[in-house]
């Protein structure tokens, strides 16, 4: 299985820094991150995140009627 990239993945910009290792946009940036979804250090956050970003789309669609 390859790379899936996190949409949540934003880069530090630091030349100190590996070039991949960057911060989880979730809780700002106390979280380490690759940018790999299967990798994540907080992957029950991650999913909580998508789940309310889900359910906030469908209440939208919903109210459109």
Known sequence: MGEIKCLLFRS?????????????DIDGDTTNCEGDVS?????EALRQYFREKLEGLKKREIGKD
């Open 12 to 24: 530090r910009e630091s030349s100190g820094m590996k070039k991949r290792i960057g911060y989880c």
């Open 39 to 43: 990798f994540c250090e907080k992957p």
